[in-house]
């Protein structure tokens, strides 16, 4: 069983960056795919980017350039998103996830990132 406990979000204005961080309790396995996804009101939820434990990564096309996913090479079970030039249509709440090589889905509780002026 892994937990999943995100932190970093907040109110920022357009054009100004976050950094979300990303701690699981559990064992992350080398198939494992880490990764960050958001929901906003009245939208389904969706990928923003995600990282294997061999480090390759896979964005989204609307963050692409903007967010950067990383893990914690020393401590493999914390990763993170950078977000940069955010804009209005970034704001959501952002979810850490860990899916297992079974498809199995493990989620943190959420954070909500808000972008506004």
């Known amino acids: 069983q892994v937990q999943l406990v995100e932190s970093g979000g907040g109110l920022v204005e357009p054009g100004g960056s976050l950094r979300l961080s990303c701690a699981a309790s559990g064992y992350i396995f080398s198939r494992d795919l880490m990764g960050w996804y958001r929901q906003a009101p009245g939208k389904e939820r969706e990928l923003v980017a995600s990282i294997s434990t061999g480090g390759s990564t896979n964005y989204a096309d609307s963050v692409k350039g903007r967010f950067t996913i990383s893990r914690d090479n020393a401590k493999n079970t914390v990763f993170f998103l950078q977000m940069n030039n955010l804009k209005s249509e970034d704001t959501a709440v952002y979810y850490c996830?860990?899916?297992?090589?079974?498809?199995?889905?493990?989620w943190g509780q959420g954070t909500q990132v808000t972008v506004s002026s």
């Open positions: 996830n860990v899916r297992r090589s079974t498809g199995f889905n493990h």
